[in-house]
């Protein structure tokens, strides 16, 4: 579970670092480093080569330094290019099968350990089961 928290974590910070990279100059320093201003060396290098993206200084033949994910930063700052707008992404939770209860009911419905009970004989909302939590190892009840 670690590994995953950890993986998550680094790809949020490349995806909150991107909006400064995409404002900020990329240094490509003598050696062929790229550092956007989420490096640890952004303030220390004084001899670079400016670059106005990191996908511009990576194209000049640079590279990121360790710890630095290409992936995450071109895939960040192509959606900080393209704005964010809630709209993309629907109206809310998806009823795909049209049984009356959504993804967000369908989702617990497999996951819980017992019968989960609904708030209604319509059986589209569910109210309580038995989970146990990835994250603290807590059983929960409550939905």
């Avoid at 001899?47 to 993206?53: E, L, M, R, T, V």
């Avoid at 511009?56 to 700052?77: D, F, I, P, Q």
């Avoid at 959504?102 to 309580?128: H, K, L, Y």
């Amino acid at each position: 579970m670690f590994g995953k928290a950890v993986a998550i974590s680094v790809v949020l910070t490349a995806v909150f670092s991107i909006q400064q990279v995409s404002a900020d100059l990329i240094e490509k320093t003598k050696s062929g480093i790229c550092h956007p201003p989420a490096s640890s060396y952004y303030d220390r290098t004084k001899s670079y080569a400016a670059f106005d993206s990191v996908n511009a200084c990576l194209a000049a033949g640079g590279r990121l330094s360790k710890g630095m994910y290409s992936n995450a930063l071109s895939n960040a700052s192509a959606l900080a290019e393209a704005g964010y707008s809630r709209d993309r992404f629907g109206s809310g939770w998806a009823d795909a099968d049209g049984d009356c209860k959504n993804s967000r009911a369908e989702a617990p419905i497999g996951q819980s350990t017992t019968q989960v009970w609904f708030a209604d004989e319509r059986r589209c909302r569910v109210v309580t089961g038995r989970w146990i939590s990835p994250f603290t190892g807590k059983v929960i009840h409550n939905a």
